[in-house]
């Protein structure tokens, strides 16, 4: 990989991130809907949302990682 291109990493992580974010707000406000009665009462928003943004965390800290490797070799 080259030091002077972007990370896919990154833009991945921010992406998936506020995607996170926003899916898990939903469920968050939408706890104990009726809605909910079809997946046997589990919140799936809010759960996918919580790992949509740890997988987000994951790419942004090897992005991390791999810029502060190329700084300092």
Known sequence: MSSSGMDIRTPMGLMFGILGVIISAYGFCTIGSPM???S???NVNLWWGLVL???AAVMLGLAW???NKHKNP
């Open 40 to 42: 046997l009462g589990v």
């Open 65 to 67: 990682n791999a810029s």
């Open 53 to 55: 943004m740890a997988f």
């Open 36 to 38: 909910y009665d079809r």
